[in-house]
């Protein structure tokens, strides 16, 4: 599986991106495809991600204000950004788990100036 994510880039606060992540490969073993983010010298955090079936779990510090949809067809992932704060501002990740296996995209930055 192979990811390519895009969409980053720089918004005042208060304003919205989206991110786009598109999948190709052994696409059809794909469960679940979701965003993560890090911030430097921290872990790598959940964002949001959606599964086969359409379900979708968020973390807390971005319900609300994130959605998180999938294109079956065009075999990609969105994560809409409204209402960025400067705190949203760090690389965002997508992934996408095979089994026990996840596969990752190269990171695209988010900065949110206030």
């Known amino acids: 599986v192979q990811l390519q994510a895009s969409g980053g880039g720089l918004v005042q606060a208060g304003g919205s991106l989206r991110l786009s992540c598109a999948a190709s490969?052994?696409?059809?073993?794909?469960?679940?495809m979701g965003w993560y983010r890090q911030a430097p010298g921290k872990q790598r955090e959940l964002v949001a991600d959606?599964?086969?079936?359409?379900?979708?779990n968020y973390a807390d510090f971005v319900k609300g204000r994130f959605t998180i949809s999938r294109d079956n067809a065009l075999n990609t992932v969105y994560l809409q950004m409204n209402s960025l704060k400067p705190e949203d501002t760090t690389v965002y990740y997508c992934?996408?788990?095979?089994?026990?296996?996840?596969?990752w995209g190269q990171g695209t930055l988010v900065t949110v100036s206030s």
């Open positions: 490969g052994s696409i059809f073993s794909i469960n679940v």
């Open positions: 992934t996408a788990g095979v089994g026990e296996k996840f596969y």
């Open positions: 959606i599964k086969r079936s359409g379900s979708t």
